[in-house]
């Protein structure tokens, strides 16, 4: 291993698990040999809930001018649901521009699951939307949660087990699982167990078009519209990098102008975000150096 991503990777100080790359060449991996095989991603997860929006809205199974509220009944919403979320649409949820300014607790916290209790929809329905949807940023794990539930009525099936069906199987991960609420459902905004080359896999479909081996899955039109809009991936200092991170320094990162992907878990106490801005930067080398600079 060679590039200097993976050179990068091996300069860090504190904990890196594994580190993977794919391009139309292949994989590379990488795996510290005392670390788990698959590795907590956090909100990097929001990506594969992402994914899994917009297969369904490529399927023709949901839009995201769809309002979150008419995808569930009275008794699941509860009767403290604020007013305001009759406007949110699922576009909302993923810019994390619902209008929820203000969350009590998080529902992916071990801290705060008793004190939200075991409905965690209710919960989120009776947080109240201060600004019009569509105009705040508020970044929140309930609104993923959120997500992983409209996921689940589009379906017929939970997000795992959508996500298993529709990117798991068809990409062959090898090793991953995803957190679970009292009651049953994907947790969505954290919590997926994976490796890092599974991960890149869906980092790659992104950079491929939405295709893996000649089939159709995830429609262009929507990864152009995601990356445009920051449904869980944003523009590494304005390059055609797009990624995703997760607390403590994970990340997934893609380049659909070079069809490049690459992912990694580690621990960070207190630099993650550095470590990333690290990592990304020896990613854009790794890259030019294997396909030469893009033109702005």
Request: negative net charge; proline residues 2%; glycine residues 10%.
């Amino acid at each position: 291993m060679s590039n200097a991503l993976f050179e990068a990777f091996g300069k860090e100080t504190e904990p890196m698990y594994d580190i993977a790359v794919i391009t139309e060449d292949g994989t590379e991996y990488l795996r510290n040999g005392s670390c788990n095989s698959a590795n907590n991603s956090h909100s990097v997860t929001k990506f594969f809930i992402s994914s899994a929006i917009g297969i369904l809205v490529t399927e023709g199974k949901l839009k995201l001018s769809d309002k979150v509220t008419d995808f569930f009944t009275k008794d699941e919403i509860g009767d403290k649901i604020d007013e305001g979320w009759k406007k949110v649409t699922v576009r909302h949820a993923l810019q994390h521009k619902t209008g929820m300014l203000h969350i009590p607790y998080g529902v992916d916290e071990d801290e705060h699951i008793a004190l939200i209790g075991e409905d965690f929809l209710k919960y989120v329905f009776s947080i109240k939307i201060e600004a019009e949807p569509g105009t705040e940023r508020k970044y929140s794990d309930a609104a993923y949660y959120l997500l992983g539930r409209i996921i689940a009525k589009a379906s017929g099936m939970t997000a795992y087990e959508f996500i298993r069906e529709k990117l798991a199987k068809p990409l062959f991960f090898r090793q991953w699982g995803m957190l679970l609420c009292p009651m049953g459902h994907t947790i969505g905004g954290g919590g997926l167990c994976i490796r890092s080359d599974d991960t890149a896999k869906v980092g790659f479909l992104w950079a491929n078009g939405g295709k893996a081996d000649g089939k159709d899955i995830l429609s262009p039109d929507y990864i152009k519209d995601a990356m445009e809009n920051d449904y869980a991936c944003s523009s590494f200092r304005g390059t055609d990098i797009y990624l995703k991170t997760g607390a403590h320094g994970q990340c997934v990162a893609f380049s659909v102008k070079r069809k490049a992907a690459a992912a990694w878990h580690g621990y960070s106490q207190y630099d993650g975000n550095a470590r990333n801005d690290r990592l990304l930067l020896a990613f854009s080398q790794y890259l030019d150096e294997k396909f030469g600079k893009t033109e702005d």
